[in-house]
């Protein structure tokens, strides 16, 4: 009778409990580093040209949530305002981001991970 029968039916006695060899273990063990979280802010700006979609741009890269006041653009130059949005748009698509308009002088734009859920018409 070998030994995998005698543990299935008989009791094992002390001396062939004694021949299987007891290895030990040591534990690996990686450091616990608990990843501190940088905070997410949600800042507001105002767009005033295509130079602050630059500091929009920096902004978003650094994770941040961006609400900006397009309506000094607005009135002043829609064909800049059209460009500016143009390139918010890419740069969002690029770093996996969002952008949305809020309110007719408001836009939002958002960093990698956060998404906009529009209101389906």
């Known amino acids: 009778m070998g030994f995998w029968d005698k543990l299935r039916g008989e009791t094992v006695k002390a001396e062939t409990v004694a ?3 007891v290895i030990e273990i040591e534990e690996a063990r990686a450091p616990r ?4 979280l940088e905070p997410i802010y949600v800042k507001s700006m105002e767009l005033r040209s295509l130079v602050d979609v630059q500091e929009v741009a920096d902004e978003l890269r650094s ?3 961006m609400i900006l006041d397009i309506s000094t653009l607005m009135n002043q130059d829609p064909a800049e305002l059209k460009r500016a949005i ?3 748009k890419g740069i969002c698509q690029a770093i996996g981001g969002d952008v949305g308009r809020l ?3 408001k836009v939002i734009a958002t960093p990698k991970y956060v998404n906009i859920q529009f209101k389906k018409p």
């Open 19 to 21: 021949e299987v060899p």
């Open 86 to 88: 143009d390139q918010l």
């Open 103 to 105: 309110t007719e002088s």
């Open 63 to 65: 994770g941040n949530i």
């Open 33 to 36: 580093r608990v990843a501190e």
